[in-house]
């Protein structure tokens, strides 16, 4: 699986868009990019994913460059509960793959009032 | 709420016990991931069940064991327990290839 490269902490204002980076320059044709979040020792929450199409959910916007190697998740309008540690993941989706996460070490996003 | 069940929430031991850690997947999901979260290690991904067959091992010791039994409940076994086990254990569910769910973990301190 791609290894994947994201600020280690941001600040968002609440209410105001939050954008998320990620890097996956090594990313592969058939590696998905997945996003998560873990709110203090929470579970990781599943938020969103995408191939190359930019996505978008109740949660959240999924922005995937045209090459592939970045991609951004957007947080509309965030809030204190916002407040969490967001993953960039990348891994193959499909038969065959067992389906680990690989975790980084994520961004820590802090919503202010 | 994800679907998953875990229990117990939490579990204090001493070094040297064993101690068995209960996941319940979501209806339907015949996939149960267990993974550890520890201060210094972040999360990190130990063993693969589908259907009641193991499908992958990652850094999990050998201390450790898991089974997923015929109602695809799984159980997590640590064994002569370390002080370095601390840590939040979660198990996820899904199918084969889909989107992990996770659990609200289980807070495990050895003492």
């Known amino acids: 699986d791609a290894k994947t490269t994201q600020p280690p902490s941001m600040d968002c204002a609440e209410g105001r868009a939050a954008n998320l980076p990620c890097n996956h320059s090594t990313i592969s044709g058939n590696e998905y990019v997945y996003w998560y979040r873990q709110i203090h020792s929470q579970g990781p929450q599943y938020i969103i994913h995408?191939?190359?199409n930019n996505e978008t959910n109740e949660m959240a916007s999924l922005i995937i460059t045209e090459d592939r190697k970045s991609s951004t998740l957007i947080l509309p309008h965030a809030t204190l509960r916002d407040t969490a540690v967001y993953y960039c993941?990348?891994?193959?989706?499909?038969?065959?793959?067992?389906?680990?996460?690989?975790f980084g070490q994520g961004t820590t996003l802090q919503v202010k009032p | 709420d994800s679907g998953v069940t875990q229990t117990p929430k939490h579990l204090i031991t001493a070094t040297g016990q064993r101690v068995t850690l209960r996941c319940s997947p979501r209806?339907?999901?015949?996939?149960v991931y267990w993974y550890q979260q520890s201060l210094d290690q972040g999360l990190q991904f130990l063993i693969h069940?589908?259907?009641?067959?193991?499908?992958a091992k990652g850094n999990i010791l050998e201390r450790f064991s898991a089974q997923q039994f015929p109602d695809l409940h799984s159980e997590l076994n640590l064994s002569s327990l370390e002080l370095g086990d601390s840590a939040l254990y979660f198990c996820a569910s899904g199918t084969s290839t889909d989107t992990q769910y996770f659990g609200p973990g289980t807070r495990l301190t050895v003492l």
């Open positions: 069940y589908y259907n009641g067959e193991e499908r």
């Open positions: 995408g191939l190359k």
């Open positions: 993941i990348v891994r193959v989706y499909g038969s065959g793959n067992t389906g680990k996460l690989i």
């Open positions: 209806s339907g999901d015949l996939s």
